[in-house]
């Protein structure tokens, strides 16, 4: 029976309600993990320090995945991933042709740029072009131009690495399609309500938010998984 060493877990709209503010029964399920020996790793499309302050407040150990996968963080050393150039180019190529709008702090962001969902991001990609080597991706919140090769997936499979957990023993829990590789690539792939990710989960959860993080903890639980 495979057993689960880790949890990866998105923040927003995962362990929030929609409006953004933590679930605080999905934030006691996560330290149960804690302290039974499961380390909780988060995976968000927000900026480091947030991150970081996140970890502190909810009471997690594992390793935090930032800007979509862009950055890791493991035992305080940090890794940066993808080529930001690549991005700068693309948003100044829409942002000639569109107003748009960067999301609060975003002077802070290393590896990816965040614009408000002002515009359909099908808009947005329609310029979308090999030269640039990005994509756009829609986290429910913002809409991210990142490098090609950065995603929570990939990030997720460097971090078990780093911690030397196999990616078997991983699961992971997310909402959005920021999340789709990551769930892909788990031991056990969990969505939050039904929607794109649910052809690459085991498990759809029936509710949203972070009452469905908590179906998802339970489901692990129930399945023998942790």
């Not at 330290?31 to 039974?36: P, T, V, Y």
């Not at 480091?48 to 035992?75: D, H, R, Y």
């Not at 693309?90 to 702090?105: G, T």
């Amino acid at each position: 029976m495979l057993k689960i060493r880790a949890l990866a877990i998105d923040i927003d709209g995962t362990i929030t309600y929609g409006d953004r503010r933590l679930d605080l029964e999905a934030i006691q399920s996560l330290r149960d993990l804690e302290e039974s020996g499961i380390p909780v790793i988060l995976s968000s499309g927000n900026i480091l320090c947030f991150m970081n302050a996140a970890s502190i407040m909810i009471g997690t150990s594992g390793p935090l995945i930032a800007e979509n996968g862009g950055i890791i963080e493991v035992e305080n050393v940090v890794h940066y991933m993808g080529n930001y150039d690549n991005v700068e180019r693309f948003y100044n190529h829409l942002s000639s042709k569109y107003d748009l709008r960067k999301v609060k702090r975003s002077e802070l962001r290393k590896t990816e740029i965040a614009m408000f969902r002002d515009i359909d991001i099908d808009i947005l990609r329609e310029e979308l072009d090999d030269k640039y080597g990005v994509d756009l991706i829609d986290s429910n919140f913002a809409i991210h131009i990142i490098d090609r090769d950065v995603n929570k997936g990939n990030a997720l499979k460097f971090t078990s690495e780093l911690i030397g957990i196999p990616i078997e023993e991983i699961a992971a829990v997310g909402d959005s399609e920021n999340d789709y590789e990551m769930i892909k690539c788990a031991g056990v792939g969990i969505c939050i309500g039904d929607g794109m990710l649910s052809e690459v989960s085991e498990y759809v959860t029936k509710n949203r938010f972070g009452k469905g993080a908590v179906e998802a903890i339970g489901y692990l639980k129930s399945e023998g998984y942790i």
